[in-house]
């Protein structure tokens, strides 16, 4: 069975830290790119970030470049992502996903999703 679990959010102040995981099971991440994405209150969902586990390629929206970092380990079955210099405008769900595809630019679907975690950003 394929699962998705994400982990890690919380409630941190203007300027802290905050590192979100993304456990996946009943499959190896090797051949998939993940995604992490980001759902605000009356907003749309949002992709912030992807990583090809295939060779680690990545990609990030505007917003989060040079705060927010996405890693994998392999070994582990996982994919993190880093998020330094939280502003309040980052509070929202984030949500891990799967995409059925190599690599972050690829045609694939995202397939899997987990049922997220919440981040709040504020003082």
């Known amino acids: 069975q394929v699962q998705v679990v994400e982990s890690g959010g919380g409630l941190v102040q203007p300027g802290g830290s905050l590192r979100l995981s993304c456990a996946a099971s009943?499959?190896?991440?090797?051949?998939?790119?993940i995604g992490w994405f980001r759902q605000a209150p009356g907003k749309e969902r949002e992709e912030m970030s992807c990583i090809s586990s295939h060779d680690g390629s990545t990609t990030y929206v505007d917003s989060v470049k040079g705060r927010f970092t996405i890693s994998t380990n392999n070994a582990k079955n996982s994919v993190y992502l880093q998020m330094n210099s939280l502003k309040p405008e980052d509070t929202a769900i984030y949500y891990c996903?799967?995409?059925?595809?190599?690599?972050?630019?690829?045609?694939?679907?995202?397939?899997?999703w987990g049922r997220g975690t919440q981040v709040t950003v504020s003082s």
């Open positions: 996903a799967i995409k059925d595809s190599y690599y972050c630019a690829g045609s694939g679907s995202y397939d899997y």
């Open positions: 009943g499959f190896t991440l090797d051949d998939y790119a």
